[in-house]
């Protein structure tokens, strides 16, 4: 059964496969957010239907292509009205209540490879592909005794996995190179985007990070990691420490500490854009002409509503460039504003007009 243009709903025992005839178009959303969240949501009226009463936790949803698991099912009778609000999620978070109950002790080299089938044999009806070469053999730590995703995510983290997206039962991984598409797209606000947003949160900066042996007999001083630049610019902060039980082979705690090391504030880009067609890990340039901000983004996050002709919100990525693209701006702007300031004072109209704000394309993206 084609699924693409339509929302069906299949029972548990892949028995009864129906489509939907009692859905609120107008409140189905879907959302995805790169190695975070996949899931659908809406609102169906009870129309006396099959359909309708299959709407059960542990159900399916299937759209575009993809298969859903009804987790929330919301009852309400209003007025002599009969709703349901369901949120179903991607079916690869069914692999949260799956266990790698084995554990494999002390340090041990895997592979990419071998880490995937120790974790993945408890799964036998899902797969995996990796894109992009990450062939480099990686020492885990009393890996096992976990979910599957905490699995992979452990993974993700020590072998560099940029993006894991999955399809129904195949599990998407990618480097970096493999999964950003350059698309040579650049979005205006008040031309391609009716809101932008730019929140940002200094609250995580982490620039200090000390190592410190815990042996009984400590085999070396404590240290610190740290970021000068970033103390210089935003004082000391502190990160949890890292701990050495072992020996005086410090080189992994280094490497662990400077994968903690947060230099600049968190930046976090949001839109609301009438475009359609906004692929996942698509990098466009975002220019926002009133604040002279032109910075290079990806998209990590998509809201959308297929069936009602709204906009689609997009989250894009929270970089170093990002913040300080955005930073080096306002810098500007505050120095313009201290410039007209200063002219004013000094009754210097003429010097105002060369203040003001040029707008035009980026021409290269």
Not at 47 to 58: H, I, M, N, P
Not at 95 to 104: A, E, F, I, S
Not at 285 to 302: A, D, F, N, Y
Not at 354 to 361: H, L, T
Request: proline share 2%.
């Amino acid at each position: 059964m084609n699924t693409n243009n339509k929302v069906i709903i299949r029972s548990r025992d892949q028995t009864t496969t129906l489509p939907l005839t009692a859905l609120d178009f107008s409140t189905f959303q879907t959302t995805w957010e790169k190695n975070s969240s996949y899931q659908v949501a809406f609102t169906a009226y009870d129309d006396s239907s099959l359909s309708f009463a299959l709407l059960q936790v542990e159900n399916s949803v299937l759209y575009d292509g993809q298969e859903y698991i009804i987790k929330q099912a919301t009852d309400t009778y209003s007025g002599g009205v009969h709703s349901i609000q369901i949120t179903a999620t991607h079916i690869f978070y069914q692999l949260n209540n799956r266990r790698q109950n084995d554990v494999r002790k002390g340090d041990v080299s895997y592979s990419l490879q071998d880490a995937l089938n120790f974790l993945m044999s408890v799964a036998p009806e899902y797969h995996y592909q990796v894109f992009g070469d990450i062939n480099t053999h990686k020492t885990l730590t009393d890996f096992g005794n976990c979910t599957v995703t905490d699995g992979l995510s452990t993974i993700s983290s020590n072998f560099g996995i940029y993006a894991i997206v999955p399809d129904n039962h195949t599990i998407n991984l990618f480097s970096e190179a493999n999964w950003v598409k350059k698309t040579g797209k650049a979005y205006y606000y008040r031309h391609d985007t009716s809101d932008v947003q730019l929140q940002y949160d200094s609250s995580n900066i982490v620039n200090r990070v000390q190592i410190v042996s815990t042996n009984d007999t400590p085999q070396f001083q404590p240290f610190y990691v740290t970021d000068d630049d970033s103390i210089k610019q935003w004082g000391i902060r502190d990160g949890e420490r890292v701990e050495n039980d072992q020996n005086n082979d410090t080189s992994g705690n280094v490497a662990t500490a400077k994968r903690m090391l947060v230099t600049q504030p968190d930046l976090a880009l949001t839109i609301t854009t009438q475009a359609k067609n906004i692929s996942k890990g698509e990098q466009w340039t975002l220019v926002i002409p009133e604040s002279g901000i032109t910075t290079k983004v990806q998209v990590v996050s998509i809201t959308d509503t297929p069936f009602f002709l709204g906009s689609t919100q997009v989250s894009l990525n929270n970089t170093r460039q990002n913040f300080l693209d955005a930073f080096n701006a306002r810098n500007r702007e505050i120095t313009e504003l201290r410039g007209k300031m200063s002219s004013t004072s000094n009754g210097g109209g003429e010097a105002n007009k060369a203040n003001m704000w040029v707008i035009g394309k980026v021409s290269e993206v």
